[in-house]
């Protein structure tokens, strides 16, 4: 840099700092130190705090302007100060960051009065999307996948011209990781857990995430209004330009989709540091409920999936017409064919069904013939097309994720088991399992990940480590004539031999196959194969394998409260003194709201050379 260009620097730092905002006083307002300790400096260059200093979580040297800029926030100021005063590149460096440049306007009295430099591509992409608003939008639980069982979030920027109705043409903005499309299912799984993916924002026509989401998916999608104003909107419009091609690493747990939009949120309207609340894990409808806590969360919008509208559709019908449905989507009934029983709108809702079932049929590749069923598809639409005009009953909207318990949960109990009294105490970062509170959440789907228990003997005062859980997984969608997915389950983790207390833990692993049905009045039943496996003696690396199978039960007893029964047989090779069967019981009952319950479980459990009976009553609280 010549001679001439570091006095310019100089005299800009000088000039202009004292009229840095009103926060600070004219005494202390060259204090540039000050300025990048900010919270809108901070959520510009999304720094925080770790065990080191500063850091920031974009991991793109390419963004920053000082050498050391990813965690040295000051340095990163005044290297942006000096670049935004450099005749040679203010023009390029306020287009290349205008959120930076638009908010240090917004700080000195000095370089605001300067004129802002005109930005044409910037300016086009603006054109191109006319922003009026922007929407949280939350696809909800993924059943069939676990890095999306928890939802995911995004953004849509709502153009001037639409409504309700034209939403469909919006833009979306997202954030999401890098993956091969042949990628190996654990290299996905560890990449994921330990940051080895790229994670960028991608944009995309709302329509197209609709179509993947609602209808390819099978997920609910809930839309959020967010309560912005002109500024903060714009604002956030200039960030998403700015980290446009800008690399985070990925972790599917923390640094995610919801934690990085909750990044830009914080960007748009500084001082909420909402993001740093989510240090450990981010779930997308935790981060829901915090936007809510901070007046950023306005109208509500459901739109449901194509199948939860095809199940509410099939549930309307009575069982002949139901096989009627079925008849016409398998091809074994030709259109025409109609039933005089039926008038001209209970014929026009049977054909919706029929096209709808064969569009099932299809994606989840049930038909042999693709030729034949796209004849069927026309054949069904040319025959509906000679019937009135009807839309069909849309499901009723349950309730909305945020609405449910919260994810992370505490538990305070007794056990009891022949003459041992002991005290338990568990925690769990998230974020659901089968007896816990359903409103909210997606029936059926259960996750949780690294939760620990702990028991306190209350006689000889000896605490033990009894549980340490790294995942458990269920999915058990209902199936029925129409729809037939696929139930599994898998869980690994520690766990203290229930048969022999004094022995340290075992590795113990499992993975099931099953099936589902849902039956009136609240009935689901699950049916279960399972492949087993656990440290032959415990904390050793060597493995028994085994299987067995499960059978759960389940109801739903009204006012949220919900019934479990298990059964479970399993045998390893061998004469391994841990084959055995179980039969537990369990009762969740909500007390006081949603974020507190009483559960009670009973167990009683046969081994090869003993039996052993428990019951526990815990306190949950959810947090």
């Known amino acids: 840099m010549n001679p001439m260009r570091n006095l310019q620097i100089l005299l800009f730092l000088f000039v202009f700092s004292p009229a840095v905002s ?108 006319k922003p009026a608003g922007a929407s949280l939008i939350f696809p909800a639980a993924y059943i069939n996948s676990p890095s999306s069982m928890f939802g995911h979030t995004f953004l849509r920027i709502d153009g001037v011209a639409q409504n309700e109705r034209t939403r469909l043409l919006a833009y979306s903005i997202g954030y999401g990781a890098e993956v091969a499309r042949d990628e190996n299912g654990f290299l996905y799984a560890w990449n994921g857990l330990t940051g080895g993916y790229q994670g960028f924002l991608n944009g995309a026509a709302y329509y197209d995430k ?18 912005l104003d002109p500024d903060e909107l714009a604002q956030l419009m200039r960030h998403i330009w700015e980290l446009q091609q800008v ?22 309207r ?5 993001a740093a609340k989510f240090a450990s894990h981010t779930i997308p409808a935790d981060t829901v409920r915090a936007l809510q806590s901070h007046g950023l969360i306005g109208a509500k919008v459901y739109r449901p999936a194509a199948l939860t509208q095809l199940r509410f559709s099939l549930g309307e019908m009575d069982t002949p017409q139901q096989e009627l449905a079925l008849a016409l989507a398998t091809g074994s009934l030709a259109p025409g064919d109609r039933p005089e029983a039926l008038d001209d709108a209970g014929y026009a809702r049977t054909l919706d069904v029929a096209y709808d079932v064969l569009r099932y049929r299809v994606q989840k590749k049930l038909e042999a013939d693709a030729t034949g069923a796209s004849g069927r598809s026309l054949r069904l639409l040319s025959a509906r097309s000679k019937l ?23 538990d305070l109990g007794l056990a009891q088991r022949e003459q041992e009294t002991t005290l338990l105490l568990a925690v769990r970062p998230a974020f659901h399992d089968l007896l816990d509170n359903p409103a909210g959440y997606v029936a059926g789907a259960a996750i949780n990940f690294f939760s620990l228990q702990a028991a306190l003997d209350t006689e000889t005062g000896r605490l033990q480590l009894d549980r340490f859980q790294l995942l458990d ?49 609240g009935h689901r039943v699950s049916l ?54 179980e039969i537990a019981l369990g009762i969740n009952v909500p007390v006081i709201d949603r974020d507190h319950a009483l559960r009670l479980t009973l167990a009683h459990t046969r081994y090869r050379y003993q039996n052993d009976t428990r019951a526990e009553l815990r306190w949950l609280s959810y947090f």
């Open 473 to 521: 997984i269920t999915a058990i969608p209902a199936r029925n004539r129409f729809l037939k997915p696929i139930s599994w389950r898998v869980n690994a983790g520690w766990e203290r031999a229930e048969e022999r207390r004094d022995d340290p833990m075992r590795f113990r692993m499992m993975g099931s196959w099953g099936m589902t049905w849902a039956l009136d009045g």
């Open 270 to 274: 500084p001082g909420m540091d909402v």
């Open 22 to 129: 009103a926060q600070y006083s004219d005494s202390d307002a060259i204090n540039t130190s000050a300025l990048a300790d900010s919270p809108g400096w901070r959520a510009l260059g999304h720094y925080h705090r770790d065990l080191t200093g500063w850091r920031s979580d974009i991991d793109d040297d390419g963004f920053f302007l000082a050498e050391n800029g990813a965690v040295d926030p000051h340095r990163e100021l005044v290297a942006t100060l000096a670049a935004f005063t450099d005749p040679e590149r203010r023009r390029e460096m306020a287009c290349r960051y205008p959120s930076r440049f638009a908010w240090l306007r917004g700080q000195s009295r000095a370089l605001a009065e300067q004129a802002a430099p005109r930005c044409p591509a910037f300016e086009r992409w603006l054109d191109e999307m």
């Open 528 to 581: 279960f194969a399972n492949g087993r496996g656990q440290s032959a003696v415990a904390m050793n690396r060597e493995l028994e394998l085994g299987a067995g199978g499960s059978l759960l039960w389940s109801r739903d007893l009204g006012a949220e409260r919900r019934l479990l029964v298990r059964l479970d047989r399993w045998e390893h090779e061998g004469r391994s003194d841990s084959d055995g069967a």
């Open 210 to 227: 609709v179509i993947e989401y609602n209808d390819l998916e099978a997920r609910d999608i809930w839309e959020y209004r967010l309560e």
């Open 388 to 410: 009135p005009a009807a839309s069909m009953t849309p499901p009723p909207s349950p309730e909305p994720p945020e609405a449910g318990h919260r994810s992370a949960r505490f």
């Open 247 to 268: 690399n985070f690493d990925y972790y599917f747990i923390d640094e995610n989709c919801s934690y990085r939009l909750l990044s830009l949120l914080d960007v748009a």
